[in-house]
């Protein structure tokens, strides 16, 4: 287990928890959890994606627990989460399924955000009935469901087997990341953040993603290039939104557009200018807005009002015209970062 080393200050330094308790997922996985809020607020469910961390969510926790009840836990062999040898997607769905039955009260809803490969554990578990029991409405950030290697942009040449072997091995390495060094940092900028992002947040997210295993770092990223979970976009039957980067590399707009395309209920497709992959760091106010937006709509008095027959979202059949395309004004995403 890693935790990524102290910050001293500023926003993405991740808050103390209400409380912390330890979730047992389907195969004995022990998973780290932290509630943060006050009680009897509305919840929301935050997972984080590969290499990350709870500490990823700093910014949310911090804006979001004056007013919600915010859980985020430690995906398997992540932060304070033990490694296990089963890496698979059935074990990501496992684990959320775990979380929301020892965070949440019978039938209670949440609204359920993932990033990257913490939205692809929402797709994993899209049939499951803990999520079908509690989730309101998910947001699915910077993700996609198949095709990952093929799509990435992180090497800079034309699409092809070429590429998509060097991104493999890119992706794939075993080699350690070593201290965050200046250098560290903009390697990692130019593969997953845009170029306008702010150095705390390169900071930040670099002490993250170096204090991830580099064995469980190789594994995930086996699971990630084999990945096909558009069968389980199909299933995802609650109201979806999606947010993409338009700069993001590790998982291009192609990615969020298919999501949206494919999703039975999505409820928004947001394109945010000139971020990269980790968009809850590069602007943290836009994501922030949008998990607020659907606990206001799906998980409050509003929501109960849809679950009982007064629309839940829009039903999508693959009509673009059903697909709100939003790009939000970059001062804005400067103003976030």
Same mark, same amino acid.
């Given at each position: ?17 209400? !409380? ?9 996985? !022990? ?6 809020? $006050? ?5 929301? +469910? ?16 911090? =804006? ?9 836990? =430690? ?19 496992? /684990? %959320? ?5 020892? #965070? ?49 942009? +992180? ?11 060097? @991104? ?17 940092? !903009? ?19 670099? *002490?993250?993603?170096?204090?991830? $295993? ?19 976009? !199909? ?10 980067? @338009?700069? =993001?590399?590790? #998982?291009? $707009? ?17 394109? %945010? ?14 994501? @922030? ?30 009509? /673009?015209? *059903?697909? /709100? =395309? ?5 001062? *804005? ?5």
């Amino acid at each position: 287990m890693s935790r990524p080393a102290a910050l001293a200050a500023g926003p993405y330094v991740p808050p103390a928890a209400a !409380r912390e308790l330890t979730a047992v997922s389907a195969d004995g996985a !022990r998973l780290h959890v932290e509630v943060h809020g $006050p009680e009897g607020a509305p919840a929301v +469910v935050l997972a984080h994606g590969w290499t990350c961390s709870t500490a990823f969510w700093a910014a949310q926790l911090r =804006d979001l627990a004056v007013d919600h009840r915010v859980i985020a836990y =430690d995906q398997r062999g992540h932060g304070r989460s033990p490694a296990n040898p089963a890496c698979t997607t059935d074990a990501l769905a496992d /684990d %959320l399924e775990a979380v929301l039955a020892a #965070t949440l009260a019978p039938g209670e809803k949440a609204v359920l955000a993932g990033h990257s490969m913490g939205g692809m554990t929402i797709i994993a578990a899209a049939d499951r009935p803990g999520l079908q029991e509690h989730a309101a409405a998910v947001l699915l950030c910077s993700t996609g469901a198949s095709r990952l290697v093929a799509e990435s942009t +992180v090497v800079p040449i034309r699409a092809g087997r070429l590429r998509t072997a060097l @991104t493999r091995r890119v992706l794939g390495s075993r080699a350690p990341l070593g201290p965050v060094t200046p250098l560290a940092q !903009r390697i990692l900028k130019y593969a997953t953040m845009g170029a306008r992002t702010a150095p705390q947040a390169v900071e930040a997210c670099a *002490r993250i993603v170096h204090a991830c $295993p580099r064995r469980v770092r190789h594994a995930w990223s086996q699971v990630l290039d084999a990945l096909d979970l558009d069968h389980g976009v !199909r299933r995802l039957r609650v109201p979806a939104a999606v947010v993409v980067g @338009t700069a =993001d590399r590790l #998982t291009p $707009p192609v990615h969020a557009r298919a999501l949206a395309a494919a999703l039975p209920q999505c409820v928004g497709l947001t394109e %945010l200018p000139g971020l990269g992959h980790m968009t809850p760091m590069e602007a943290p106010e836009a994501i @922030t807005a949008k998990i607020r937006e659907l606990v206001t709509e799906y998980a409050g008095p509003r929501g109960a009002d849809r679950a009982n027959g007064d629309g839940g979202g829009k039903d999508n059949d693959n009509d /673009d015209a *059903r697909i /709100d =395309d939003v790009r939000i004004d970059d001062a *804005r995403i400067g103003e976030g970062a």
